[in-house]
């Protein structure tokens, strides 16, 4: 675990020619390409979600905040980790600023996958132009650009979603389903996780679920914490390639990492992020004793 930004020297010409060669290179943007559009005073709203307890120097100009801000409020499901419902994001999207206009760039620190979560959230609003900062706070603060001076004061909008949809989303019903199918279903945890040694903090017991490909979300990122090129990406997840795939993680962030690698970078068709993910699943067979949420790697 790292704490407190790890400023990484990335070249930005080599960035920006790896991201051109990606299936969808719009859905990515280098910080030499952010500086640029935040300096041309366009609609660009940079979003960060960044853990406090890193206390990090966010990028100047830009809102940080934590998971709770677009997690579904407590109470609303027995169990964390679930996304916040359309009126809660148009709500939190509309006190700063945004419109649906807007260009919308997200970003983390460290451990991206917080910034894939924000841009699966995005687009499940139907929000056109979401981009996925490439290396972060990290490659951010490493070229030496601005920190500081987040959380800008704004006029506030009435965002409304463009489009709601589930393009992007699985559910627990899904993914029973996709366990008598020919769905792929993704594993993105950490080995001991998916081996049923370690449960982590609102999971419910041990386990993976039944025939999952384990592929840890991490694979896909270079030392750098920026994306691999086309070639590593495909040589990692070829094996995925036309198949529908589910993929899952504890609370669906780091699956959603996976799920923009799969969708974005690779191009693959089908692909799907399980919001619920284990905390979810574990639930149905820890305490409903779902029959149908089938495991492994499980308690005795």
């Not at 995005?122 to 920190?147: C, F, I, Q």
């Not at 990122?221 to 529908?244: F, M, N, P, Q, R």
Request: charged content about 20%; hydrophobic content about 35%; aromatic content about 10%.
């Amino acid at each position: 675990m790292m704490f407190g930004v790890q400023k990484v020297a990335v070249d930005s010409s080599e960035q920006g020619q790896k991201i051109e060669q990606y299936a969808n290179p719009n859905a990515f943007i280098t910080p030499f390409q952010l500086k640029e559009l935040m300096e041309d005073g366009g609609d660009v709203v940079v979003l960060g979600a960044l853990d406090p307890k890193n206390a990090d120097a966010q990028i100047t100009g830009s809102f940080s905040f934590w998971r709770g801000a677009y997690s579904a409020d407590e109470g609303a499901y027995p169990y964390g980790g679930m996304s916040a419902d359309v009126a809660k994001m148009e709500a939190f999207l509309s006190s700063m600023g945004v419109t649906e206009d807007s260009i919308i760039v997200t970003y983390a620190s460290n451990n991206h996958h917080d910034a894939a979560r924000l841009w699966f959230q995005m687009k499940s609003l139907g929000h056109e132009d979401v981009r996925y900062l490439d290396g972060g706070l990290n490659a951010w603060a490493g070229a030496g650009y601005p920190t500081g001076g987040s959380n800008p004061t704004v006029e506030a909008t009435t965002y409304k979603a463009p489009n709601p949809n589930t393009d992007f989303l699985a559910t627990l019903d899904d993914v029973i389903v996709a366990l008598d199918n020919e769905v792929e279903i993704l594993d993105t945890r950490a080995a001991d996780e998916e081996s049923g040694e370690k449960t982590l903090d609102g999971a419910f017991g041990p386990g993976k679920i039944e025939g999952a490909v384990f592929i840890p979300w991490t694979t896909a990122v270079a030392e750098d914490t920026t994306l691999k090129t086309l070639d590593e990406l495909k040589e990692i997840y070829g094996g995925l390639e036309g198949k529908s795939v589910i993929s899952y993680c504890q609370s669906g962030v780091r699956s959603a990492h996976s799920l923009l690698v799969l969708s974005q970078a690779l191009g693959y068709e089908n692909i799907k992020n399980y919001d619920g993910s284990w905390i979810e699943y574990s639930y149905e067979v820890y305490e409903n004793g779902n029959e149908l949420a089938r495991i492994e790697n499980g308690a005795e």
